[in-house]
């Protein structure tokens, strides 16, 4: 729909029974991505090299996916950043989302109070009016959830966090967090966590450098005071 604004690259694989709808602004296919059967996209949208978009997905407006992401379910008005994997179904709307993050099937986001009203949201224990009527997560890097795990309208979540339960989380989670809402949180060992984090990373052919190291243990020893 409306040819002129899809820009696709020619390395780029569009499967059968996908709709590309650029009626309402342009949908750009970067390099290698792979847009699986019965997908829809409602620009403006941007997919990026080499990630791949699952059979069934539904992608609506203002959504910009980088690099080497896995994307199914429901993404509405979201930034998703390089190598996070949301493959299965659930809703993402209105959210900031970190690289080499992982949604568990079924993991879903509120982005509109049922009052209708403003979100806030809580940094460093301070509640701030975003003034915004749709505000999904913020969520840092490493961070993963998992299967059926809900998150209210404004969340903030850290770096590296593990977080599961169909409880509603709090909406202030701070990095290196491990736990729900039913048993409590404790700390991520930080070992432990370096050990996920360069197998994940093994994954995809990367590792992690000295100086991101270095940075991840910064935040988690600022994260404990």
């Not at 978009?53 to 998703?80: D, H, L, M, Q």
């Not at 709090?170 to 404790?186: H, L, Q, V």
């Amino acid at each position: 729909i409306n040819r002129e604004n899809i820009l696709v690259d020619e390395s780029a694989s569009i499967m059968p029974h996908v709709v590309l709808d650029g009626k309402n602004g342009p949908i750009i296919i970067d390099k290698k991505a792979i847009i699986e059967p019965h997908v829809y996209i409602k620009g403006p949208v941007y997919i990026g090299p080499s990630s791949v978009i699952r059979s069934g997905a539904k992608i609506y407006s203002g959504t910009s996916i980088f690099e080497g992401c896995k994307i199914g379910g429901e993404v509405n008005n979201s930034i998703i950043f390089s190598y996070t994997n949301k493959s299965h179904h659930g809703f993402l709307g209105s959210s900031y989302i970190g690289s080499w993050v992982n949604f568990g099937a079924g993991s879903t986001n509120s982005n509109l109070k049922n009052n209708y009203g403003n979100v806030k949201v809580s940094i460093d224990n301070k509640l701030i009016n975003t003034g915004l009527q749709f505000m999904g997560i913020i969520m840092g890097d490493h961070s993963k959830s998992g299967i059926n795990t809900t998150f209210n309208t404004g969340t903030n979540i850290g770096i590296n966090c593990n977080l599961f339960g169909s409880a509603m989380h709090p909406k202030n989670i701070p990095s290196f967090s491990w736990g729900g809402k039913e048993d409590g949180y404790s700390s991520y060992n930080l070992e432990k966590a370096f050990e996920v984090i360069d197998t994940v990373l093994l994954r995809r052919g990367k590792e992690m450098s000295k100086n991101e190291k270095e940075l991840l243990q910064i935040i988690y020893h600022s994260s404990r005071k």
